[in-house]
């Protein structure tokens, strides 16, 4: 059998990779090893992504806590970096896998990345090749895939970036989002279940925002004050905020929404951590649109043909299909509101498209890892090609 490990650092990408980390531990080819990191180990009795994690009842499940959250600024995230360059290698090493599979472009997954560089082991890169020029995120994806040797991203633009930036066309399989193969496989709940769940009437007509810090070029506070100034111009609407990543100046973001909810001291509105990646399709699906900057508006919410209004430059350079709108100046209440209008208005409906796949995306990374002979795939030196 073949020994996978699987690490996963923050919510965003373990919402992901659940599936295609429970179809690796059910292989009788492939024996999962999943490493639990991040921010996925800070307070753990409120945080419902371990608690998911826990109920997977995986075999080799290992945790290294490095979450550091101080100042709420680049420190935390600096010594977060550290911690994890300090124990990763060790516990890789420990493992002694073939092959490591890393998501996206979080700070948590670029340490991986180089700490299985320095051990010499082989990476399985999901979802390279995107672009998204508003946050530092951009420059981790890119150096991630450069210590990786496998890539599987989600479109073809995305495949075409990868070999444009010199990685094997023959290691370049383009499988989808794993996020849309959840989509097709979750049996969703029922709305009336997930209030009784939460304790909030989703029965009403709501909105879901997600808002995370920009980590490049935006003032968190100024960007979320402006969504919440043009919220309140919709009083017949409610409000689900989802909790942005734990980045720096996420706290502030946190604690505007917070003022927000303690001087509308009413029943319209919910702040929630983490809905989990079956609950929080089920709220997406019947929400009336999504407003904020997560790439979830651009890739699950159009297959629930949701409209999105997507605010700033976070995802700037990301494929998007034509339900969202950008609002490129994030404070810009006015803007923000007139794009609300326009959906509560618009009676003409726009069919979905579907740019990050139809499905099959966990099938295929799985087979690939089953039949590829990865000496033959992981040369000793890696070479870019033109």
Known sequence: MKKIIVFTGDRSDFGILKELIIGISNSN?????????????????????????????????????????DKDDFSDISKSMALGLEQYPKFFKKINGEIIILLGDRFETLIAAISATLIKLPIAHIHGGDISEGAYDESFRHSITKMSHIHFPATEEASKILIQLGEASQNVINVGSLAIDNILNYELKEIDDISSEYNFDFTKPYCLITYHSCTLGEDPRNSILGILSALKKFPNLNYVFTYPNPDNGGQIIIDEINLFLKKNNNKTAIFVRNFGQLNYFTVLKSALFVIGNSSSGLIEAPYFNVPVINIGNRQNGRVRPKTVQDINDADDKNKISLAIEKILTETDSIKPELLYGCGGAKDTIINKLKTMEIPKVIKKFKKTYE
């Open 29 to 69: 080819d492939l024996d999962l090893h999943l490493v639990v990191s991040g921010s996925h180990l800070h307070l753990k009795e409120e945080n419902t992504s371990y608690n998911e994690i826990q109920s997977l009842n995986l075999k080799n499940l290992y945790e290294i806590p490095t979450y550091k959250k």
